[in-house]
């Protein structure tokens, strides 16, 4: 008889498997990243099917076999329902899924890359937080929690708040992240450092990065004709 395993995760992605299953991309606490099957998953009513869609964070109940995990249940405590009914907001959350994607991997302890992508998605969620400034964070944490945080860039003028924001994003724990607001002036230094130091530390196009910057633009676009 299998024995099961709980593991506490998130799902990073999920994609069709035959005709009726899905293969699940999870960041969990206990195993890091891995991929799992939920059976019958894409039939209609089935009770795995919003459980393994992209973002649904709970406790997974699972069954080891010789070469994968299969999902048997699942206990979903947030399914950040404000970001299935905001399309950049998704955006975002899809390409923060796609970094931890990047940087995890199985077996390996992945608990601070968890808690940095729950707490960015509760962020989004949270109309007084610009999506810009939330990404920045992110991208910034992510590469401080791999251990490729260069600190700010050498020779380059920046807004003393632009410093102090850096300084704090680096060092603060995850949880006390997303407690502030900055200017417009140091939200765009931010992005243009966090920016630039992604672009030498990822080697990696990320297809969620690519959508979301069009997206951007298009919007941007549709604002300025007003």
């Known amino acids: 008889m299998q024995e099961s395993l709980y593991v506490t ?4 992605k999920q994609s069709p498997f035959g005709e009726y299953d899905r293969l699940v991309c999870l960041l969990t606490r206990e195993k890091g990243k891995i991929t799992a099957f939920a059976r019958g998953a894409r039939k209609p009513g089935n009770r795995l099917a919003a459980a393994t869609n992209p973002f649904a964070f ?7 076999g010789r070469t994968s995990y299969t999902i048997s249940e699942a206990d979903i405590q947030n399914f950040f ?3 299935l009914t905001d399309y950049i907001g998704a955006c975002y959350g899809m390409y923060f899924a796609e970094v931890a994607d990047f940087y995890c991997r199985e077996n390996n302890d992945e608990r601070e890359m968890l808690k940095l992508v729950y707490q960015s998605l509760r962020a989004l969620c949270a109309p007084a937080l610009p999506n810009e400034l939330v990404r920045s964070i992110f991208e910034l944490k992510a590469i401080a ?3 490729e945080y260069p600190g700010p ?10 410093r102090y924001a850096l300084s704090y994003i680096a060092q603060s ?3 006390k992240l997303y407690t502030f607001t900055v200017r417009e002036d140091v939200l765009r230094e931010l992005a243009m450092v966090a920016g ?3 672009s030498r530390v990822i080697d990696k196009k990320m297809k969620s990065l690519e959508m979301l910057e069009m997206t951007n633009s298009v919007n941007n676009s549709a604002v300025g004709m007003h």
């Open 145 to 147: 929690v791999n251990g």
């Open 196 to 198: 630039r130091i992604r």
């Open 153 to 162: 860039p050498a020779g380059r003028r920046l807004e003393e708040s632009t």
């Open 58 to 64: 709970g406790t997974f109940r699972l069954y080891e």
């Open 173 to 175: 724990p995850i949880e």
């Open 81 to 83: 329902p404000e970001l």
């Open 9 to 12: 995760g998130i799902v990073l």
